[in-house]
T-cell receptor, first 120, second 113 residues
Framework: GAGVSQTPSNKVTEKGKYVELRCDPI?????LYWYRQSLGQGPEFLIY????????DSGLPNDRFFAVRPEGSVSTLKIQRTERGDSAVYLC??????????????????FGPGTRLTVL | KNQVEQSPQSLIILEGKNCTLQ??????????LRWYKQDTGRGPVSLTI?????NTKSNGRYTATLDADTKQSSLHITASQLSDSASYIC????????????FGPGTRLSVLP
């Protein structure tokens, strides 16, 4: 497809369970970002990948959250021992180039539709 | 602390009318500012990108302005359409933190017929 895709679109789980959220970036995009968005709020940065490596994971709230991008394309966000406070929309974005010092259309982030996670 | 504030929180206008959304930021050192449109249930879509030296940028009926001295930006929507109903998010990035895009909370715009 032409855009960023995320699966599943909706995920309902019980407190304490483990979940995986998947992101398929636009082909050829080297940078991949994960964000979390609560109702009525702007996206909150979680982690940024450049290629296969996590260039910045400072936004991950705690060690229950982990993300991988083993082949530099698809990424998986993993949440262990889910809590009700983890309920949110998890957005993935990709850009053709890494964020640079100057504004450029090539580092524009293209967002997926998000995965709505509900922890009961 | 790097922050982005937006006003109003929500806005209701009639189709065909113009409106202006505001963004104030404290992100420093400033690199660039972007406006995104986010439809309900969708990811944000980029509308404009502006650097320090740019005062205005247009994209169809959307015109963004930037005053880097006062650290304010506005997004003006002309001749609004029903499809403009969405959240508009201001995003500012700091020069030293390439991956640190600071998102504002958004303004929820509703265009009524």
């Amino acid at each position: 497809g032409a855009g960023v895709s995320q699966t599943p679109s909706n995920k309902v789980t019980e407190k304490g369970k483990y979940v995986e959220l998947r992101c398929d970036p636009i082909s050829g995009h080297t940078a991949l970002y994960w964000y979390r968005q609560s109702l009525g709020q702007g996206p909150e940065f979680l982690i940024y990948f450049q290629g296969t490596g996590a260039a910045d994971d400072s936004g991950l709230p705690n060690d229950r959250f982990f993300a991988v991008r083993p082949e530099g394309s698809v990424s998986t966000l993993k949440i262990q021992r889910t809590e009700r406070g983890d309920s949110a929309v998890y957005l993935c974005a990709s850009s053709r180039t890494p964020p640079g010092l100057a504004a450029s259309s090539t580092d524009t982030q293209y967002f997926g539709p998000g995965t709505r996670l509900t922890v009961l | 602390k790097n922050q982005v504030e937006q006003s109003p929180q929500s806005l209701i206008i009639l189709e065909g009318k113009n409106c202006t959304l505001q963004c104030n930021y404290t992100v420093s050192p400033f690199s660039n500012l972007r406006w995104y449109k986010q439809d309900t249930g969708r990811g944000p879509v980029s509308l404009t990108i502006m650097t320090f030296s740019e005062n205005t940028k247009s994209n169809g009926r959307y015109t963004a302005t930037l005053d880097a001295d006062t650290k304010q930006s506005s997004l003006h929507i002309t001749a609004s359409q029903l499809s403009d109903s969405a959240s508009y998010i201001c995003v500012v990035s700091a020069r030293n933190y390439g991956q640190n895009f600071v998102f504002g909370p958004g303004t929820r715009l509703s265009v009524l017929p």
